[in-house]
């Protein structure tokens, strides 16, 4: 029987399905374990236990059952992100959502405000310039201070809130992305291709270039135990 199993990606976290023959979904995910995977975004990893979310077996009258939660239709745009006067920082996102109603398909947005009270910004600015005068920055050092400042967020937000402190913190312009690229090298057995992750580093114009970015942050603050267990409102696209 064929399983869909539900995996995320160490890289980005975003969560996608691979479909496996198995007997029941506890095997299923046993099969997921030590394969390499591709995600939506082209990153490429191994598949290890943590990574596997949950499995299920894929029936005939599953197929037909409509979904009725709403759904993000594509990812969260940020509209705006800017750092007022008397010191807030105000991000606002839009969010496309759709929902099946009887036999035809509803779309509408969503518009939320997000506002960064000035004693909490200037908290996180203290932050930021005291590490700085040990070592350069980067955009984990801002995603880890937002945590420390305000507890939770939602990573689209704390990608707007570091856009809008731009002028102080330049650093936050830069990303870096990881792009899969195939390369041939000569063994004993002849030759063979392999995949390696590429980094190549580009100053953004857009506060939504920034969000990919923070989530790599947060997974490798995770990864490596800065922080445990991390209060991240999920945005599906």
Not at 150 to 161: E, L, M, P, Q
């Amino acid at each position: 029987m064929k399983h869909s199993v539900e995996v995320y990606c160490p890289f980005c976290l975003r969560r996608f399905q691979v479909v496996v023959d198995a007997e029941n979904p506890a095997e299923a995910k046993k099969k997921v374990v030590g394969l390499e995977l591709t995600c939506p975004q082209g990153h490429v990893f191994k598949a290890e236990e943590y990574n596997v979310i949950v499995a299920y077996p894929i029936r005939e009258e599953a197929v037909k059952v409509e979904i009725e939660k709403p759904t993000i239709a594509r990812p969260v745009e940020i509209v705006r992100a800017e750092r007022l006067p008397n010191g807030d920082v105000v991000v606002t996102i839009k969010v496309k959502r759709r929902k099946r109603v009887g036999d035809r398909m509803v779309e509408w947005e969503e518009t939320q405000t997000f506002t960064h009270p000035a004693s909490d910004v200037q908290r996180f600015i203290d932050l930021l310039n005291r590490l700085k005068r040990e070592r350069k920055l980067s955009i984990v050092d801002g995603v880890l201070a937002y945590f420390i400042v305000f507890t939770y967020g939602r990573k689209s937000v704390i990608a707007g809130f570091l856009w809008a402190l731009r002028d102080i913190f330049p650093e936050f312009q830069k990303t870096v992305e990881r792009v899969p690229e195939k390369v041939t090298y000569k063994t004993l057995r002849g030759y063979e291709e392999k995949t390696i992750i590429k980094e190549t580093r580009k100053k953004v114009s857009d506060p939504n270039e920034l969000t990919g970015t923070v989530v790599e942050a947060i997974s490798r603050l995770v990864r490596e135990g800065i922080i445990s267990r991390v209060k991240l409102k999920e945005e599906k696209s």
